[in-house]
């Protein structure tokens, strides 16, 4: 080359300066080329590491998550080479992305090893590898019905991807399940495997089942049976981490939906309307067996009556305990002089709910009304609409789905959450 290291990087991008000085004849032959300068990385400016069409640049030695300046290992390399390939970052940089990092080739899992320096990087995400056309249909397995007992084996060189997608979201939202443990290059993802955690954990360390949620092309993401991206945020660089970033389960019979935590809501709160239920890892077989239910739209333990026709109520009406009423595809009026929901019970719909004026709704612990399209609530000064609980606190009014809600003169006492992701119309 011309010019010395400094040069370089003092342009924006080396690569197009490169590229003049090598005689296009030398290039053509390859069908990608991998550009890597004498020393260490150097991360800001024209030498950083980055891809162009079907070149990649990177330094000799690299220094990423403490590891010292060391030899450039595989992972660098394959991580950059992904981008020449076309594969982005998972979730284009979004702060959301922090729980697959460790997890994935095009996020941080590039450098896993036991140096923390790529010596043995994760594997590409199964939805790059299922657009890539790389996985053969035989190991693609479709979950079109509510199932029991589905058994999960973990295969290294034939992964078995198991697709799961709700009824009511479109094409590019869904979940694909898998059973990772640690053979090959699985050894150091998400973390060192020797590390010990966690002692009631079934499945310790070893793996198990991880829940990907694609949102293409916002986003891929990983569900984690803990919620937790890292059990030491205030230096995610030097923590040992095992009993965050953890598959399932973290205990024997874990069940995950819209209402657990972690939750399988989508961005902006949208249900999924999926459960994994009893999630089970057979310590002996090293498998997972769980229950999945498509159509899910409440707390699995409860009761639910779902009715698909418009719903008026009129009489003084009331929904027993632990009872789900949920009217689908159709709309509720309201029309009564009082509606009491008893403990733990809920009113859902996934049509427009209207709310007449003078109406007393009298909640009970843990109730809530859910709403998942418009919800109108138009009480008068004179007659306004009280929602109240009967002596404990209730949970709220939830309106999903970017759903419209129209509150006019309503009173609102005793609930411990909130009224939460609605576009908020007041009239007066
Ligand atoms: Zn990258």
Not at 51 to 79: P, Q
Request: net charge negative; aromatic share 12%.
């Amino acid at each position: 080359m011309e010019h010395n290291k400094a040069f370089y990087d003092s342009l924006e991008e080396a690569i197009p300066k490169i590229l003049t000085e090598v005689p296009s004849s030398v290039l053509e032959p390859y069908d990608f080329i991998a550009i890597i300068y004498a020393q260490n990385t150097i991360y800001h400016g024209g030498l950083k590491p980055m891809a162009r069409e079907n070149l990649y640049i990177i330094g000799e030695k690299h220094n990423r998550l403490n590891s010292g300046e060391v030899f450039t290992h595989i992972g660098g390399h394959c991580h950059e080479f992904g981008h020449c390939l076309g594969l982005n970052h998972l979730a284009g940089g979004n702060q959301d992305s922090l729980e697959v990092d460790y997890f994935a080739l095009m996020e941080v899992g590039g450098m896993n090893g036991p140096r923390k320096n790529g010596a043995c990087p994760a594997g590409i995400n199964p939805y790059y590898k299922i657009l890539k056309n790389w996985v053969d249909d035989e190991n693609l397995h479709p979950i079109l019905d509510d199932t029991t007992g589905l058994v999960i084996r973990y295969d290294y060189f034939n992964p078995q991807y198991y697709i799961v997608k709700s009824r009511n979201y479109p094409e590019n939202k869904f979940f694909i399940l898998k059973n990772r443990l640690r053979e090959g290059f699985d050894k150091y993802t998400p973390n060192n495997f020797d590390y010990t955690g966690c002692p009631e954990d079934p499945n310790g360390n070893q793996g198990g089942l991880l829940i990907w949620q694609i949102e293409y092309p916002s986003g891929i993401h990983l569900v984690l049976a803990d919620d937790k991206i890292s059990d030491h945020p205030e230096n995610s660089l030097s923590e040992e981490r095992s009993y965050s970033l953890d598959p399932f389960p973290i205990y024997q019979n874990q069940q995950c939906n819209d209402f657990t935590i972690p939750d399988l809501k989508f961005h902006h709160d949208q249900l999924s309307f999926i459960s994994f239920k009893n999630i089970v890892w057979n310590d002996h077989t090293k498998e997972i067996i769980l229950d999945i239910d498509l159509s899910n739209l409440q707390n699995p333990l409860q009761k639910s009556v779902e009715i698909n026709f418009n719903l008026s109520l009129r009489e003084n009406f009331e929904i027993a305990s632990n009872v789900q009423l949920i009217v689908s595809n159709a709309g509720i009026t309201i029309d009564s002089d009082s509606i009491q929901l008893n403990k733990n019970s809920s009113l859902q719909c996934n049509g427009s709910m209207h709310i007449e004026q003078g109406i007393n709704f009298l909640m009970g612990k843990d109730t809530k009304i859910i709403s998942y399209f418009e919800f109108h609530a138009t009480g008068t000064k004179k007659k306004p609409i009280h929602f109240s609980s009967l002596y404990d606190n209730w949970d709220g009014i939830y309106i999903f789905n970017a759903g419209i809600a129209e509150l006019k003169n309503c009173i609102i006492q005793k609930s411990q959450q909130r009224i939460n992701q609605f576009q908020f119309r007041f009239n007066h």
